[in-house]
């Protein structure tokens, strides 16, 4: 296939295309109507399409078209409405001379399934194409963090030369190389273990070794549903990753044959996918003769040396595929509608599906109504997924609309289906029955009226349009399977039975039938018989797991339990680590009364997998154990604690006070955990009874073992059960409430331990005992885990306790006599200033670069769109600066903020519909226009915010923030930050983010390059860039008004932000906006007039223009003329409480900073004295207020800068002096005089 850009690295080994000669009979245009039409076929009977693709598929035998052309035959042939007689002119075709050998492989395959249908066992076998499939591998793994991608990983398999004796730390194991052999009913291979689901996902790889006569080119016909690496002879021939960019399943890649042993390594790099099949062909897809696997099922003795390479390496002929075809043909011939019509479809197919649709909508431009065209650009139209939902259903229903009424039976279905999709029902119901009067027994039609009716739920029309397709069409299987459904829903299996056991009677081995014949008869209690029909389902494979526990639930169906367990206990030892295998042994042996092997077994599967925390409690039930015995030693006697409790000072200032307050914490080996709470609380006054009249976290628990109050002399009575919650009775101060519960939690696998953390100090309440204790494994499993370690925070290793328990250690944590923290604005948070315990580690970075890396490239696939869009910004324009200036005004202008239009990020999205994050689009047109840009990840709080500078968390949720450095070639880099302001000036960081409001200077970011990133700091600003207003006024005074004409400016990413909302604002609501404004910053000004300054200029911030008065300015004080504060007051003082005394630090987490500049004309007056400024530095707080005068006016400055940090109690006081002093210095009033 032609490959994507990404794979540069196997386009080393292709050779130019070669052109391929023109049909020997008929034109392109006859051939490409054929294969449409057998795609999407105009008619409703098939014999005379079926002559023209039998016809066609001579003329191009050996051209890749005719694989198309032979898979939609086939896929034709199989429909409902296809006489028999078809397969006889398949069958005819397949020994064509010079046929194409992916198209003998589609008839071959098509021909193997129906004779094995027909009951012919023994001749689908001999024509079946899997044999051309490698049968053995050696495979090992999974490999890999706790990450779902790998690929760009190395592990030691493809670093180290393989050898069988090898040994590697695996992702939950140690792992060495194993056979694997694919099953004689398929043709992939399976790298993973027999371990079960949850310890098989990972990287896999598998080892092919083929032997070759003689040097010879070759291609690999490779199928992997996921992504995957490979290398032939130790050189890497492939690189496949979807989760950046689609690609067929199915591709080809071209090596070399050395003479003697060759080496092919797969690597499976999605962590859900271990399968991929693998045929050696040459260039017309035929499987090469004289190639043998150098693996055998007896012979795992050694892995053969890899064959010497010769100098000179045969050149390897180009492979075409049908798309590549079509194109060599003269351009006079492609431009037809119908081949460029078919020419989309391939495209599609392979699925680069933004060419296709702009072929599609070419051939739609240039076909006019042509029926065929348009139906096959209809379905082209409808797989392109990388356009919005709505955008394509619009341009579907267009197509369709433009068509009108037709014959054409896929043209008339698609308007049937979109009549029915916008929800006119009955018109298209009435469209099929009138179709269905002329012709009333056209399958295809009554199909879709079937369809249609179930759907919506119209049973017995449903039921009645079923049973005559059964009459139509009595050897298709989805109508029986469909009808025979119904008859058991409606309780006569018996009949449904009939009707299975009738098709069958034509399609004795088709498997679908088979298993719904064995279900019903195992309903109907058929033993013998359903005995017979699982033995025919597994018959070709029946040693296969499926086959094993297929035989084993017959026999357990049948009550016979001990044979069951025997059918299925060979299969238990050759997969040991199988702990869902195991289990069901298990359960088997003890309805057969074998209670020893069934606690073997169950052990054996907890061994494996101990989550199991159900299974663990009734194995230790079974077997006469104490469940937990461990922990008992730690349990608490409640009774105990409430006869030794004595009231407190501290008890009156607080709600509740926790008595006891207990975690028991047992680990397993694989990281699951049983959690004991064990809570006494005391009941001090009115609010501790509103906060436990209901018992939320007893009622969430996995497991209630105590829960009631209890009274002071030692009565207790038991809660009532109210919906899923529980009701506690007898409620007052100084009773206490016990809760013991327990709580299970699952295996992290290869992902960090979820454990808890554990407050050993409240806010509100008193811990009189709080102890923390946990229980963990001394094995080499759960050390080799690398789950981590315990992290102490604000805690004294003085009072951790280690137990020595055998094969467990405890660790106790142990706190008494905890007063309460007490609650205070702005104080630190709960994690600095309580002690706590928490154990695990941060999660691997190394997962989360891949993950973010790979989401970036996904996210900026430049697809035909945004490549064209591109062409045109940057059309006429030299040097990356000059580009990337035009993409981002085009991308500003464009779409407004996501906030105000939200809408899908994908760039195509945002490209078409205008609405969106339109960072991702920015991105993608960078890329597509080649300007080089580096993702990054950014935390969106500078550290002189941060509250928690140790902080234990997710990276995920550090880095919040997206952002890429772009490297443009004739300038500095510069930044782009997702949610940056529209209009924003171009390469400049905005001043504050738009997540919270910090900063962005100094925000913490990782550059996704390397295996773990590239640390750093973004680059600062000024302090007065955060201001949330600078304002600038004049004041002047006549008589003893005044007016002021202000201008204020909203400098940080904000001030863009609001730009872009009153640009929408007529003039009234603007007026309005003003008016708030002035009310907030002018107290007692009346607002006059609102002017918005410079909308039209983009990248300006938004700056108005207001006009005030106030009525009475001056004021008389006696024989003292006064003019009050023309500056807001900040009114510091009350805004950090107004007391001077504090138990906590103050934690002041935000910029604060003004900007004000006011000019005062006293007009006829003059100023009796120059006003005292004042500057304060203190701490947190940089404040300056300045009068100064300019002839006979006064102006006053201040600027005010309160920056993150943290005040102390013992200098609080202090610091509120200082905002007392502020306080007054700004509302001292101004003396002038006449």
């Known amino acids: 296939m032609r490959l994507l850009p990404a794979l540069t690295l196997s386009l080393l080994f292709l050779p130019p295309l070669t052109g391929q000669a023109k049909p020997q009979r008929g034109d392109l245009e006859t051939i490409a109507r054929t294969v449409l039409d057998a795609s999407y076929p105009a008619d409703f009977d098939h014999e005379a399409l079926f002559r023209r693709i039998d016809k066609a598929l001579g003329d191009i035998a050996t051209s890749p078209l005719a694989a198309v052309l032979a898979g939609r035959w086939v ?136 032997k070759s006569p003689a040097q010879q080119p070759a291609w690999l016909q490779v199928y992997c549903a996921g992504s995957y690496e490979a290398w032939w002879n130790g050189k890497r021939v492939s690189s496949v990753n979807r989760f950046t960019h689609r690609q067929p399943m199915t591709l080809f890649w071209p090596v070399t044959l050395r003479p003697g042993w060759n080496s092919y390594l797969l690597k499976t790099t999605s962590s859900n996918v271990s399968t991929f099949s693998l045929r050696i062909v040459d260039a017309k897809g035929n499987a090469l003769s004289g190639v043998e696997n150098g693996l055998e099922v007896e012979s795992k003795k050694h892995i053969h040396a890899i064959a010497p ?97 037709t014959e054409h039976r896929h043209l008339f279905l698609a308007r049937v289906d979109r009549l029915f999709a916008d929800d006119k029902r009955e018109d298209a119901l009435r469209a099929l029955d009138a179709r269905l009067g002329k012709h009333p027994n056209e399958v295809p039609t009554l199909n879709k009226k079937y369809d249609l009716l179930r759907r919506m739920r119209w049973s017995g029309d449903a039921r009645r349009a079923l049973e005559r397709l059964v009459t139509l069409a009595p050897r298709h299987a989805r109508y029986v399977l469909a009808l025979a459904r119904l008859e058991d829903q409606e309780g006569n299996p018996a009949q449904a039975l009939a009707r299975v056991d009738a098709a069958l009677a034509e399609s004795p081995l088709r498997r679908d039938l088979l298993v719904r014949a064995s279900s019903l008869a195992r309903k109907l209690g058929k033993r013998e018989r359903h005995s017979t029909l699982v033995q025919e389902i597994h018959k070709a494979d029946p040693k296969s797991p499926a086959a094993v526990r297929a035989l084993s639930s017959f026999f357990e169906g049948a009550g016979d339990f001990k044979k069951a367990a025997s059918e299925l206990a060979p299969l238990a030892e050759k997969q040991p680590e199988d702990a869902g295998l195991a289990k069901r042994l298990g359960g088997l042996w003890w309805l057969a009364g074998k209670k020893d092997e069934a606690l073997a077994e169950y052990r054996r599967s907890l061994a494996s997998r101990p989550e ?12 006469g154990g104490s469940e937990f015995a461990e922990c008992k030693r730690f349990q608490l006697d409640a009774m105990a604690a409430v006869a030794a409790y004595t009231k407190r000072p501290e008890d009156d200032a607080a709600p509740v006070t926790l008595a006891l307050d207990q975690m028991i914490i047992r680990v397993y080996d694989d990281g699951s955990q049983m959690e004991e709470t064990h809570v006494l609380k005391r009941i001090n006054d009115r609010r501790g009874i509103e906060a436990s009249e209901q018992a939320d976290a007893s009622a969430d628990a996995d497991e209630l073992l105590e829960l009631r109050t209890i009274l002071p002399d030692g009565s207790w009575f038991a809660p009532h059960r109210v919906d899923d919650n529980f009701s506690m009775p007898r409620l007052a101060p100084g009773v206490f409430v016990e809760e013991r519960y327990r709580t299970y939690k699952s295996s992290a696998g290869a992902s960090p331990i979820d454990f808890v953390r554990f407050y050993f100090r409240g806010l509100d309440r008193p811990f009189r005992f709080t102890r923390l204790v946990v229980i963990m494994p001394k094995s080499a499993r759960f050390k080799d885990a690398r789950f981590g370690d315990f992290v102490l925070r604000n805690f004294s290793k003085s009072h951790v306790t280690e137990h020595d328990l055998g094969d467990l250690t405890a660790w106790e944590f142990k706190r008494e006599n905890m007063p309460k923290l007490g609650s205070e604005a702005g104080m630190p948070a709960l994690e600095e200033l309580a002690p706590w315990v928490t154990y695990g580690r941060a999660p691997g970075m190394a997962a989360f670069v891949r993950a973010q890396k790979y989401g970036f490239a996904h996210y900026t696939h430049p697809y035909l769109e945004v490549r064209q869009k591109a062409e045109q910004l940057v059309a006429g324009l030299t040097g990356d600066v000059a580009k990337a200036r035009a993409i981002h005004e085009f991308c500003h202008s464009h779409t407004p903020d996501n906030s105000r239009r939200p809408g899908s990020p994908y760039p195509v999205s945002v490209l078409l519909k205008q609405e969106g994050d339109r960072f991702m689009l920015q991105l993608a047109l960078l890329r597509a226009a080649g300007i080089r840009w580096m993702p990054a990840v950014i935390h969106p709080i500078p550290p002189e915010a941060e509250r928690d500078n140790e902080p234990f968390l997710n990276p995920g949720a550090y880095f919040g923030l997206r952002g890429a450095r772009v490297h443009p070639k004739n300038g500095a880099h510069f930044w782009i930050v997702q949610r940056t302001p529209r209009h924003y000036p171009f390469a400049r960081l905005p001043a504050a983010n738009s997540l919270n409001g910090n900063p962005t200077a100094g925000c913490p970011y990782l550059l996704l390059e390397g295996e773990t990133g590239v640390p750093g700091r973004l680059a600062g600003q000024e302090p007065t860039e955060l201001a949330d207003a600078r304002v600038r006024g004049r004041l002047t005074v006549h008589d003893d008004r005044a007016t002021m004409d202000a201008r204020i400016t909203f400098p940080d990413a904000r001030g863009f932000t609001l730009k872009e909302f009153v640009a929408s604002m007529n003039a009234n609501r603007r007026q309005l906006v003003g008016r708030q404004i002035a009310s907030s910053l002018f107290r007692g000004f009346t607002l006059r007039s609102v002017k918005v300054l410079d909308l039209d200029k983009k990248s300006q911030p938004l700056t108005l223009l207001l006009r005030l008065d106030h009525p009475r300015f001056v004021r008389r004080s006696g024989q003292t003329l006064l003019l009050p504060p023309v500056l807001q007051p900040s009114m510091l003082t009350r805004r950090f409480g107004g007391r001077g005394d504090r138990n906590h630090s103050l934690d002041w987490t935000q910029w604060a900073v003004t900007d004000w500049e006011v000019v005062i004309d006293p007009g006829k007056l003059r100023f009796a004295e120059l006003p005292k400024g004042l500057f304060v530095r203190k701490s947190i707080f940089d404040y300056g207020l300045s009068y100064g005068r300019i002839g006979n006016l006064l102006r006053v400055r201040r600027v005010s800068i309160l920056r993150p940090g943290r005040i102390t109690p013992g200098t609080y006081k202090a610091f509120l002096d200082h905002c007392q002093a502020i306080d007054n210095a700004e509302s001292r009033r101004i003396r002038v005089s006449e």
């Open 75 to 210: 896929a034709l042939a199989m429909r409902a409405e296809s006489p028999p007689s078809v397969w006889k002119q398949i069958t005819g075709r397949i020994e064509t001379k010079g046929l194409h050998g992916l198209a003998r492989h589609a008839l071959r395959a098509a021909l193997t399934q129906r004779l094995l249908d027909g009951g012919d066992r023994q001749a689908s076998d001999r024509l079946s194409p899997r044999g051309e499939y490698v049968r053995h591998a050696l495979a090992i793994g999974p490999f890999g963090d706790e990450g779902g991608l790998f690929h760009g990983v190395g592990y030691p398999p493809e670093r180290e030369v393989a050898a069988l004796a090898a040994t590697w730390r695996g992702r939950f194991s140690n792992e060495t190389w194993r056979l694997v052999e694919r099953r004689p009913t398929s043709s992939r291979l399976d790298l993973s273990p027999d371990r079960g689901a949850e310890r098989s996902q990972g990287c896999h790889y598998g080892l092919v070794q083929v």
């Open 309 to 405: 390479a010769k100098e000179a390496e045969v050149t390897v002929p180009a492979f075409q595929l049908a798309e590549d075809w079509i194109r060599s043909h003269r351009k006079t011939e492609r431009n037809k509608p119908a081949v460029m019509a078919l020419l989309a479809n391939l495209e599609a197919r392979q699925t680069r599906t933004d060419v296709a649709l702009a072929l599609a909508r070419k051939a739609l431009a240039a076909g006019g109504k042509d029926p065929t065209v348009r139906a096959a650009c209809l379905e082209t139209v409808r797989v392109a997924r990388h356009v919005p939902s709505d955008l394509l259903r619009t341009e579907l229903r267009r197509i369709i609309e433009q068509t009108g009424e």
């Open 612 to 623: 199991q925390h159900v299974l663990r409690s009734w194995v230790l039930r079974s077997a």
